[in-house]
């Protein structure tokens, strides 16, 4: 999965509308903050994961990325019609990779159904900094943008009202069920996974809307429409026998997961339980790794690509390990590597971006970290790292243009405008980077005169 996207100007219309349900909703108290997993290797393996199922459902898997956020509580959701946002704790919660395309089903049923299209109108994409950070903000909460040093990005804080607003109704989850089970059916996947993710949220109707799971507030569920569910799945019949790559990856994506959100001791104790050598390797690596034992981690990152010496990803581990062990110049090595093998892998070249910056080469790094925001431009990492490397070559324009950016994407619509007025003042006129600021300015502008 490459990731690959290009900008395109949201319109006028719809930003007004999306600044509309953002500031009415501003009123509700935010609660804790949220942050996107931004990771190559389990990026690709939730696209492998997915691909079948968009393809059924007659979406472009190249054109519907999956995305997760860091959330231990059980939810997916989405905000507009390239992307489909999963919680990682619902990732870890599921216990099959069946279960897990259903969730990726559901999602894709309201995108073709044209749930969300119809609550935020006309709306074909919110392909701007600017909007895609609206509208996380109309479901996950007013935003604040930073980036960390493991995979994440920091997105924003959580509040109820703002997440109601996109709530699906019960009839379109009725939809969406006979949908997404279509769908499962199309591509050969059992969709008995549909009533495992169900099976999840049995019984919470009946507790408070504060203690239910953010699913249950935004895909209501009943006993009847459980029952219905079932009696489509029934139907259906059963699909195809598991997939033996989809299980591989669902297995490596969670064991990823674990490896870095788990206590390292946790992980440790419990190699012998995953299905693959190389994935218990690449777990025992992550672990190490954040124990800050070097040595250990890269043996065992290395006898991973003893085992697949054409995993990308397994590289792209290594790297890491090494930028973040302070060894800049191994990491751009070894990141290297990695883009050889993927070449148009957004992640990846984010990744080499960021070791070249960190190992001096200001230069390298301005232009493959441009070539990776030209691929994922909402990789807020990315803005981070060219604000500092624009910063370093004496373009403070430029730096100024991607730190803009960088807010709006977070929501930070107040400190967007002052970056992006900053950039209007010193790029050329007319240019590319003087209109994305300029869109941005506008934004903020318009963020000012609402409140």
Request: charged content about 20%.
């Amino acid at each position: 999965m490459s990731g690959a996207k290009t900008a395109a100007t949201v319109t006028r219309p719809l930003a007004i509308l999306l600044f509309a349900a953002v500031f009415a909703l501003s009123a509700a108290a935010p609660a804790r903050a949220v942050s996107l997993l931004r990771d190559a290797d389990i990026e690709y393996a939730l696209g492998a994961l997915a691909q079948p199922v968009l393809q059924a459902a007659g979406l472009s898997p190249s054109q519907v990325q999956i995305v997760l956020v860091h959330d231990s509580s059980l939810n997916a959701f989405i905000v507009d019609p390239t992307a489909i946002y999963i919680h990682s704790g619902l990732v870890l919660k599921l216990e099959s990779p069946e279960a897990l395309q259903a969730v990726i089903a559901h999602e894709a049923a309201h995108i073709t159904n044209g749930h969300i299209t119809r609550r935020l109108g006309n709306m074909r994409s919110a392909r701007t900094a600017s909007a895609l950070g609206m509208a996380l903000a109309a479901a996950t909460g007013a935003a604040t943008g930073s980036g960390d040093a493991a995979f994440g990005v920091l997105l924003g804080t959580q509040s109820a009202a703002m997440r109601n607003f996109l709530a699906h109704t019960r009839a379109e989850e009725s939809s969406a069920d006979i949908t997404s089970v279509r769908t499962l059916a199309r591509a050969g996947i059992d969709p008995a996974g549909a009533i495992e993710v169900q099976e999840l949220f049995r019984g919470q109707e009946a507790l408070s809307a504060g203690r239910q799971d953010p699913y249950m507030r935004s895909h209501p569920l009943t006993t009847d429409r459980l029952r219905t569910l079932k009696g489509l799945v029934a139907a259906a019949g059963p699909g195809a026998p598991r997939n033996a790559e989809a299980a591989y990856w669902f297995a490596r994506a969670r064991a990823k997961l674990e490896a870095f959100l788990r206590a390292p001791k946790w992980t440790l104790g419990r190699l012998d339980r995953l299905p693959s050598k190389d994935i218990a390797l690449m777990a025992e690596a992550a672990a190490r790794h954040q124990q800050s034992d070097l040595k250990g981690a890269l043996r065992a990152i290395d006898g991973a690509i003893a085992l697949r010496p054409r995993d990308p990803f397994y590289y792209d581990l290594k790297g890491q390990i090494l930028l973040e062990s302070r060894q800049a110049a191994a990491a751009v090595k070894v990141y290297s590597q990695a883009r050889s093998l993927a070449p148009r892998n957004a992640q990846i070249l984010a990744g080499l971006g960021r070791a070249q910056l960190a190992a001096g080469q200001t230069s390298a790094a301005l232009q493959t970290l441009e070539e990776a925001r030209g691929r994922d431009w909402r990789d807020a990492r990315v803005l981070r790292d060219l604000s500092v490397a624009y910063a370093q070559s004496g373009n403070a324009g430029m730096a100024s243009e991607a730190t803009a950016q960088r807010y709006a994407l977070g929501g930070r619509l107040k400190d967007a405008g002052i970056h992006a007025k900053r950039a209007t003042d010193l790029l050329p006129r007319g240019s590319a980077p003087w209109r994305r600021a300029q869109d941005v300015l506008d934004a903020a502008e318009r963020a000012k005169a609402t409140r």
